[in-house]
């Protein structure tokens, strides 16, 4: 009896938590890939959107995979730490794929900006000194 309320619970708690993670990424995340594809806003909603379906295949899929290892409870203790351990598993699962995200947005901007980025000025070219800025030093 408590190995299934315990799962039933295990997947609520999982699936709610996932769910609220990816809308508040996503919410969040759409200004800096509007910002990283340079003010193209269909081309980051549509980045955006494909990041959230995966977001949600990996992330119910681990708790689905994770549903079937572990110890089965026996009584209420039992049922409590089980489904501690799997939402304890679920959310560093979910914080891991956060960061994974954050170092592929913050690679994906930089190559952005060094792309848009100016060349610098070659060294045998300089910028002569205006003489009266020069007298008033």
């Given at each position: 009896?408590?190995?299934?309320?315990?799962?039933?619970?295990?997947?609520f708690?999982?699936?709610?938590?996932?769910v609220?993670?990816?809308?508040?990424?996503?919410?969040?995340g759409?200004?800096?890939?509007?910002?990283?594809?340079?003010?193209?806003?269909e081309?980051?909603?549509?980045?955006?959107?494909l990041?959230?379906?995966?977001?949600?295949?990996?992330n119910?899929?681990?708790?689905?995979?994770?549903l079937?290892?572990?110890?089965?409870?026996?009584?209420?203790?039992?049922?409590?730490e089980?489904?501690?351990?799997?939402?304890?598993c679920?959310?560093l699962?979910l914080g891991a794929?956060?960061?994974?995200?954050?170092?592929?947005?913050?690679?994906?901007?930089?190559?952005?900006?060094?792309?848009?980025?100016?060349?610098?000025v070659?060294?045998e070219?300089?910028?002569?000194?205006?003489?009266?800025v020069?007298?008033?030093?």
């Open positions: 009896m408590y190995t299934v309320q315990a799962y039933l619970a295990y997947l708690i999982s699936v709610t938590v996932t609220w993670v990816a809308r508040t990424l996503a919410r969040n759409r200004v800096f890939l509007i910002d990283t594809f340079h003010q193209n806003v081309v980051a909603d549509a980045v955006n959107n990041l959230v379906v995966g977001f949600y295949l990996l119910v899929g681990y708790v689905a995979l994770a079937k290892y572990g110890d089965r409870p026996v009584d209420l203790a039992g049922a409590i089980t489904i501690s351990t799997k939402v304890g679920v959310l699962f794929m956060h960061f994974f995200n954050l170092y592929v947005f913050a690679r994906m901007r930089r190559r952005a900006l060094l792309k848009n980025q100016k060349p610098p070659r060294a070219q300089f910028i002569t000194p205006d003489p009266a020069v007298a008033l030093d």
